[in-house]
């Protein structure tokens, strides 16, 4: 059984920083994508960044130049370093890794809670 655990969230000031971070265990196996998803209270939820392929990189426009992701596969752990946070980065962050085919193998984590404000 796969899990995925997501640490490193909480209240930080507008401006500030957080690095999440987000470990997968047991038959996980190769993993071909990691990313990070976010979903605010009434919204649906949005792709955050991925990385993929071990350099393939994608942001949303909103993060592009304050987020940066980035992956350790020999510990099947991603990371998510946000800077010059906003109070609209406040939201559920969820990880996800999953196989070159979605039908291979597509896990999520719980969910961890961001919130920008002063």
């Known amino acids: 059984q796969v899990q995925l655990v997501e640490s490193g969230g909480g209240l930080v000031q507008p401006g500030g920083s957080l690095r999440l971070s987000c470990a997968g265990s047991g038959s996980i196996g190769s993993i071909f994508a990691m990313g990070w998803y976010r979903q605010a209270p009434g919204k649906q939820r949005e792709l955050v960044a991925t990385?993929?392929?071990?350099?393939?990189?994608v942001y949303a426009d909103s993060v592009k130049g304050r987020f940066t992701i980035s992956r350790d596969d020999a510990k099947n752990t991603v990371y998510l370093q946000m800077n010059s946070l906003k109070p609209e980065d406040t939201a559920v962050y969820y990880c996800?890794?999953?196989?070159?085919?979605?039908?291979?193998?597509?896990?999520w984590g719980q969910g961890i809670q961001v919130t920008v404000s002063s």
């Open positions: 990385i993929s392929g071990g350099v393939a990189t």
């Open positions: 996800n890794m999953r196989k070159l085919f979605r039908s291979q193998g597509d896990y």
